[in-house]
């Protein structure tokens, strides 16, 4: 279904332009926050890696003695002050101490002491390529289920040798929340110049908007302008041409068939019965055209609808339709003020003549109905229709006939609509306030 598009309207078009600026700032906003706290999630692992690295090492030369391996009671408190003295501050909460085989040798967390767990792949290759890594942890694993209440965190690993060259797991766990304090950081460090340049820009394109909708609103209205102006100057040639016509060709034809009438009587009396019949065949073909010209002469340019009216204006169109067999049908209810009858008209006579071009239809009807303010229009017919992107692919190939009568109905205050179905037919439909 076509309608005429109504004119861009500026503060809608001005609000649209905002909304979509404020909509960009936002998705800049929260945009920026996702890559940031990207960005701190891998510069935390990155400093988690080398704070676990640095722990390690303190742990290594001061707390870490062989009986730890033995679960000795005194190695164990000295590597415990060391941890709860040293290590346990600010975001670091879990320190573990485990064997190549998943036994842990010591934890800040006495019921953890002696229990084995099966590490993971990275873990048990840090026991032959050395380093260190760091991840977010798994709090679903039983060996982390006392990390639970901590909420997120990110683990990191390395291997530390006691000192008789036994090489151990080091491993601590520290508190998700200090990356996103610190993207949040960097956030509230960048947001304020990032959306005070936006808000800036948007402040300087606002006035500029405002006046590509104001030029934008003019160029509508000078094509409707326009579009009723080609509608004018055509019916205007249309009416000239149709004038000529009548007043030249279809009088010259016509005089010519009366001339051969008595001349055709004449030769029968002589007895020149092949001259007569010759004589009888021109005036009948002459007849003919004058017509077939006067038809076409009604479609080029309508009847005088003040005085011939619209109920007949209309069966004149669908006269030719009925004459190569098709059905025709017409149906008037209420009385169409003058004011609307040449619209009327013209979208019922380019609808008759996409039909009969293009249709190839065994039914056309016109139905119009004036009442409660309204007068419409409906024209169907029952020929081969066409698919939804067929109509503009013929007003590029210049067939703009209904396209130009959107101008007019808009201004109208009305409605044009053409609805089509492939093998089904065509229906044109208008409808306008009576005044």
């Known amino acids: 279904m076509l309608a005429q ?70 190695a164990l408190r000295r590597l415990d002050d060391l941890v709860l003295g040293k290590v346990l501050a600010g975001s670091i909460v879990r320190v573990k101490v485990w064997t190549r085989d998943g036994r842990i040798l010591y934890s800040d967390e006495p019921a953890l002491i002696g229990r084995r ?20 942890s798994d709090l679903g694993k039983p060996e982390n289920r006392l990390e639970r209440p901590e909420g997120k965190l990110l683990e990191a690993h390395t291997t530390i040798r006691t000192p008789n060259g036994t090489q151990v797991l080091f491993e601590i766990y520290q508190r998700f929340g200090s990356v996103s304090a610190s993207a949040e950081r960097l956030l509230g460090t960048m947001a304020p110049p990032l959306i005070g340049g936006v808000v800036v820009l948007l402040l300087l394109q606002v006035p500029l908007a405002w006046r590509m909708a104001r030029r934008l609103q003019r160029g509508h209205q000078e094509r409707e302008v326009l579009l009723a102006s080609a509608v004018e100057s055509s019916s205007r040639e249309r009416g000239r041409i149709a004038a000529d016509l009548h007043d030249g060709v279809v009088q010259d034809l016509a005089g010519v068939a009366f001339g051969l009438a008595p001349l055709a009587a004449s030769a029968r009396a002589r007895g ?14 002459l007849r003919q055209g004058v017509r077939d010209l006067r038809t076409l002469l009604v479609e080029i340019h309508p009847p005088n609808l003040s005085s011939a009216g619209l109920e007949v204006a209309l069966s004149d169109l669908l006269s030719p339709l009925a004459r190569a067999g098709v059905q025709t049908g017409l149906d008037l209810h209420g009385g169409v003020p003058v004011a609307r009858q040449e619209l009327v008209y013209r979208v019922a006579r380019e609808a008759v003549r996409n039909a009969a071009a293009h249709a190839d239809p065994a039914t056309v009807t016109i139905a119009v109905r004036a009442g409660e303010g309204r007068v ?39 409605r044009l609509a053409v609805t089509s179905v492939p093998g089904e ?6 409808e306008v306030p009576q005044g």
């Open 5 to 74: 598009t109504p004119p861009p309207r500026l503060g809608a078009a001005v609000a649209r332009f905002v909304l979509a600026s404020l909509v960009a700032v936002a998705v800049i906003v929260v945009g920026g926050f996702v890559l940031l706290r990207d960005a701190a999630e891998q510069e935390a692992e990155r400093d988690t890696r080398e704070r676990v690295v640095a722990i390690a090492s303190l742990v290594e030369t001061a707390g870490l003695q062989d009986g730890l391996l033995r679960g000795d009671p005194a």
């Open 117 to 136: 767990y099966t590490l993971g792949e990275d873990e048990r290759e840090l026991f032959e390529t050395g380093g260190a890594e760091a991840e977010l």
């Open 272 to 285: 020149a019965d092949e001259e007569a019949g010759v004589l009888d065949g021109a005036t009948a073909t």
């Open 376 to 414: 419409r229009l409906v024209v169907r017919d029952d020929g081969r229709g066409f698919a939804a992107g067929e109509r503009e692919r013929r007003a590029q190939e210049g067939h703009v006939g209904l396209s130009l009568l959107e101008g007019l109905v808009g201004r109208a205050g009305g």
């Open 425 to 430: 037919g065509t229906t044109v439909e208008l």
